[in-house]
């Protein structure tokens, strides 16, 4: 059965760090691309970042580039992103999926397998 389950949410304050995890099961994650999510609330579910399984390749949305990064366990089949200088913007709920075409994509209609998400809470 195929399952990601994330972990590692929080609340911090602004310019904080947290480190989400992406735990996989029921497949091989270096088979896939995984993508990271988030939807705050009354707002539509938007692309964060993404890792292609295929060449390493790592992608990010214009509003966390250079403070977020993503990044792989093989042996652990566990997929991170590791959330620095975060801002009271960055709440929301963080999701994790696969993509369910080869390459790479921030769109959450090309996603599959969604977890249950873990909370992210930034105060001021």
């Known amino acids: 059965q195929v399952q990601l389950v994330e972990s590692g949410g929080g609340l911090v304050q602004s310019g904080g760090s947290l480190r989400l995890s992406c735990a996989a099961s029921?497949?091989?994650?270096?088979?896939?691309?995984i993508g990271w999510f988030r939807q705050a609330p009354g707002k539509e579910r938007e692309g964060v970042s993404c890792i292609d399984m295929a060449d390493r390749s790592t992608y990010y949305a214009d509003s966390v580039k250079g403070r977020f990064t993503i990044s792989r366990d093989n042996a652990k089949n566990t997929v991170y992103l590791q959330m620095n200088s975060l801002k009271p913007e960055d709440t929301a709920i963080y999701y994790c999926?696969?993509?369910?075409?080869?390459?790479?994509?921030?769109?959450?209609?090309?996603?599959?397998?969604w977890g249950q998400g873990t909370q992210v809470t930034v105060s001021l």
């Open positions: 029921g497949f091989t994650l270096d088979d896939y691309a």
């Open positions: 999926a696969i993509l369910k075409r080869y390459g790479s994509s921030l769109a959450p209609m090309e996603y599959d397998y």
